[in-house]
């Protein structure tokens, strides 16, 4: 048996897809995966959230990786240098078959340190276009993991050999979601569902279209709204709307008993709701503090037939509480449609995601030994 080690964080999506493949390969290779540890930041939600997985974590030092000047970027060289030489102590002691980065400013330190060492190198980019982070660690990597063939014109041509399209991670969970164990933890019955998720700590901008559109939008379907953990409380559930400030381990069933869709556009919540078919009404965050990612991802969504992006062509501009009630009922008006997109959720999640990855990991860690 062999040992492998992981690195990210910073975030949630630089976490959970990296939990979903730990404990894929646990579950499908017990004979042949012994251990699995993770390096992440020594402060932040990484530990916590590895911790509660029963992984082994280990913190570093990190600085953050900015693409605009700012004094703290000269600062954080420091941190940066202290998290190379920590990572590199660990990963010379552990002595892992491999790393595999699931991205984030974190990751960095450990994948230099572990190319320094002798290591392999894997990493993995759920977006679209690959972030910062991504973009330095396929220096170092041996293997580039991309959700789709277009990633591929990203990267420098002398890189596009190490390139595998592989999907998205997806979280073990959502293979069993059932839609009947959403409906009994919401207390419905039959009636038609629209779930709105507005991410861990919430989207304004999604929040207050709902509160506007809600009379609407409660004429067809009973609305469940995910606010997130840092809105005002204000939000009180009734007849036909049922509010959350956060949801989780019933969320796969939810999803799947849920009609529609609407959700900002990161790329874990995209491909969780597309294995399960939902149609999706996208709202992408957008505008000058964002790098254009989840723009990008819901144009490809809606290309692919499985989502509206209800901003379409002005990235920048508002979206009207009349653009999204006419989205919705367009949508719940149109039987067809619907199962047209569900059918186009199914082909972009077909590439393998989870499965594929771990099986490269696996192959790739016999072989190094």
């Avoid at 997985?53 to 970027?73: C, I």
């Avoid at 060492?117 to 220096?139: M, Q, W």
């Avoid at 009379?215 to 959350?244: C, M, N, W």
Wanted: aromatic share 10%; glycine share 12%.
């Amino acid at each position: 048996m062999t040992t492998i080690a992981f690195t990210g964080g910073g975030t949630g999506g630089h976490i959970y897809p990296g939990l979903a493949l730990t404990s894929y390969l646990k579950q499908q290779f017990p004979s042949r995966i012994g251990r699995i540890f993770w390096i992440g930041s020594s402060t932040g939600m990484d530990r916590a959230v590895i911790e509660a997985a029963g992984l082994e974590f280990y913190g570093v030092p990190t600085g953050k990786l900015r693409r605009y000047f700012s004094f703290k970027n000269f600062l954080d060289l420091f941190k940066i240098a202290a998290g190379f030489f920590a990572a590199r102590s660990i990963l010379k002691r552990e002595k892992p078959a491999l790393l595999f980065s699931k991205g984030g400013f974190v990751s960095v330190p450990p994948c230099a340190a572990a190319a320094s060492l002798g290591i392999p190198v894997f990493t993995h980019e759920s977006d679209y276009s690959p972030g910062l982070a991504t973009r330095i660690n396929a220096r170092f990597a041996e293997k580039i993991f991309v959700p789709y063939r277009e990633t591929a014109a990203f990267f420098k041509k002398n890189l596009r050999n190490k390139i595998i399209v592989a999907g998205n991670p997806i979280r073990p969970e959502f293979q069993n979601a059932d839609p009947a164990k959403g409906r009994a933890f919401l207390g419905v019955g039959e009636e038609r569902l629209l779930l709105v998720l507005g991410g861990s700590l919430g989207a304004r901008e999604v929040n207050e279209l709902i509160r506007e559109t809600l009379p609407e939008l409660t004429k067809i379907y009973t609305v469940v709204h995910q606010t997130g953990a840092g809105q005002d409380g204000s939000y009180r559930s009734g007849e036909r709307y049922r509010v959350f400030p956060y949801i989780k381990e019933e969320l796969p069933h939810i999803i799947a008993a849920a009609e529609v869709v609407i959700c900002r556009c990161g790329a874990n919540t995209l491909w969780e709701c597309a294995s399960l078919g939902r149609p999706l009404a996208l709202i992408p965050l957008r505008g000058a503090g964002t790098r254009g990612d989840q723009v990008e991802n819901a144009r490809i969504f809606e290309e692919a037939g499985c989502a509206v992006n209800l901003v379409g062509s002005g990235i920048s501009g508002g979206i009207s509480a009349e653009c999204l009630v006419k989205a919705v009922y367009a949508l719940a008006g149109d039987d067809a449609k619907r199962a047209a997109m569900s059918a186009a959720a199914a082909g972009i999640v077909s590439v393998g995601g989870t499965a594929r990855i771990a099986e490269e990991i696996v192959r790739s860690a016999y072989e190094s030994r």
